[in-house]
C-alpha cells in the first residue's frame, strides 16, 4: 500500500476528536472559569498526547495490520482482550448512534425551515448512513480525501462564527474564576480528545513510518487543542456565568454552547452557523470512527484488508447503532452521557499504560520508538488515568463531598 499523506493523517485524527460534542465543551467545562479551564485543557491535552504516544509505541512491536484488540491481547491476556472488546463497542457503538440520530435531526430541522416540508429523522439517518457507509467502504484514503473537504468547510465555517461573534466579547468575563469546579471538565475533554482509536489505522495508512505517525499525532492533538481553545474565549467572553442562557442556566439544563451564544445574542447567524459547524463535525468524526472500529472488527475477527473494506464488516459498525437510532437512541445515549468518561479514559488512559509496562518490562519487547520518561512517566500517567476515572464515578454516584452545582 502506497503511503498516505501526514497531513491528511493530522485531520483525520483532528477530524475525529472535533465532532458536534465541541459545541457543548464551553459549557461543560466553563463552571470554573476561563483561567481554570485553560489549565485543564492543556493538562488532558498533554495527558492524551502521550498516551496516544504510547500507543504508538505499542504498535512498533508489532506488524502494521495490527489494531487495539490484539495489541491488547499479546501484552495483557484474556482479561485485557475482554475488557477491551466490553468497553471499545459500548464506546464507539454509542458515539456512532450519537452521530447517526444528530445527522437525522439536523436533515429534519433544515428541511422544516428552508422547504417547510416535514422529513422523518430516519430518513436523513439513512440516506447519511448509506452514503458515508459507502465511503467507508472503499477505504481509508477515500476517507482521508473525503474528511479534508469536510475540515475545509468546517473551519472556514468556524472561521465565520469567531470573526462575527469577537465583537461581543466581553474581557472581564474572562477573568471570573472558580477552580472548586474544574475536576468537572477533566472526564469530558478527555473523550473530546479521543484520537487513540485512530492510531493503528493510521500506522498503516501511512506506511508503517513511525515517525510520520508521531508527527500526526502530536500535531493532530494540537489542531484541536487551538479550535477548543478559540471555541472555549469565543463562549466565555460573550456568555455571563448566571441569568438567562448563561453558562449556570445552560449547565442545568443541557443546553450547548451555541444555543446560550443565540439566547444572549439574539442574532440569526448563530443558529445557522453552529448547525453548519454541526454538520461538518458530525460527518468528520463520522468518517473517523466508523474506518476505526471497522478495522478494530477486523483485527478481533482476524480479517485481512486488502485496499477496500470488507463490506459485511462495514455493515457490522454501522447497522446495529443504525437501529438502535430508529427503535430505542435514549437508552444508549443515556448509557453513553453516565459512563462514557470513564471507558474512555480506561481505553486511552489505562490501558496503553499497562500494555506499555507489560511489553517493555516483563516482556522485554522492543521496536523502533520509546516513549521519553520511562517508569516513572508511566506511574505518573497511570495516576492521572485512575484519578479521573474515580472521579467520574464518584459524579455518577453523587458523592457527598463533590462541590454543590
Request: charged residues 10%; contains cysteine; aromatic residues 16%.
Amino acid at each position: 500500500m502506497a503511503k498516505g499523506s501526514v497531513f491528511g493523517g493530522i485531520l483525520l485524527l483532528a477530524g475525529s476528536c472535533i465532532g458536534a460534542g465541541m459545541l457543548g465543551l464551553p459549557i461543560a467545562t466553563g463552571l470554573s472559569g476561563f483561567y481554570p479551564s485553560l489549565i485543564a485543557f492543556f493538562s488532558i491535552w498533554a495527558f492524551m498526547t502521550l498516551t496516544g504516544l504510547l500507543l504508538v509505541e505499542s504498535n512498533s512491536w508489532y506488524a502494521r495490520k495490527v489494531n487495539y484488540i490484539t495489541m491488547v491481547e499479546r501484552t495483557l491476556g484474556r482479561p485485557g482482550k475482554v475488557a477491551c472488546w466490553v468497553l471499545y463497542l459500548f464506546l464507539f457503538y454509542s458515539i456512532l448512534l450519537a452521530y447517526i440520530a444528530g445527522i437525522g435531526s439536523l436533515c429534519s430541522t433544515f428541511f422544516l425551515e428552508y422547504f417547510h416540508m416535514d422529513f422523518p429523522d430516519w430518513g436523513g439517518s439513512l440516506f447519511f448512513v448509506l452514503l458515508f457507509g459507502w465511503v467507508v467502504y472503499l477505504g481509508t484514503r477515500p476517507v482521508d480525501l473525503w474528511n479534508r473537504v469536510l475540515m475545509v468547510g468546517k473551519i472556514a465555517t468556524f472561521v465565520a462564527l469567531v470573526f462575527l461573534g469577537a465583537r461581543y466579547i466581553q474581557p472581564k468575563l474572562l477573568t471570573r474564576s472558580a477552580p472548586d469546579y474544574v475536576l468537572f471538565s477533566l472526564p469530558i475533554l478527555v473523550i473530546s480528545f479521543g484520537f487513540h482509536n485512530m492510531i493503528p489505522s493510521l500506522v498503516d495508512y501511512l506506511g508503517g513510518s513511525i515517525k510520520r505517525v508521531r508527527f500526526a499525532v502530536i500535531f493532530g492533538g494540537l489542531f484541536a487543542l487551538v479550535i477548543y481553545l478559540i471555541w472555549q474565549i469565543l463562549i466565555l467572553g460573550i456568555v455571563p456565568f448566571q441569568g438567562k442562557s448563561g453558562i449556570l442556566e445552560s449547565y442545568k439544563e443541557g443546553a450547548e454552547a451555541s444555543q446560550a451564544m443565540l439566547g444572549v445574542l439574539g442574532a440569526s447567524w448563530v443558529s445557522y452557523l453552529t448547525a453548519t459547524i454541526a454538520f461538518f463535525a458530525i460527518l468528520t468524526s463520522f468518517l473517523a470512527q466508523a474506518l476505526s472500529l471497522s478495522h478494530f472488527w477486523a483485527d478481533g475477527l482476524k480479517v485481512k484488508l486488502k485496499g477496500k473494506e470488507e463490506g459485511w464488516l462495514v455493515v457490522l459498525t454501522l447497522l446495529p447503532p443504525l437501529l438502535i437510532a430508529f427503535l430505542f437512541p435514549d437508552v444508549f445515549l443515556k448509557a453513553l452521557n453516565f459512563a462514557g468518561g470513564i471507558c474512555a479514559v480506561t481505553l486511552f488512559g489505562i490501558l496503553p499504560v499497562l500494555m506499555v509496562w507489560k511489553g517493555r518490562y516483563k516482556k522485554q519487547i522492543t521496536g523502533t520508538y520509546q516513549v521519553f520518561g520511562g517508569k516513572a512517566l508511566l506511574v505518573l500517567l497511570f495516576f492521572v488515568a485512575s484519578f479521573i476515572a474515580v472521579f467520574q464515578l464518584s459524579v455518577m454516584l453523587k458523592a457527598p463531598f463533590l462541590p454543590k452545582i
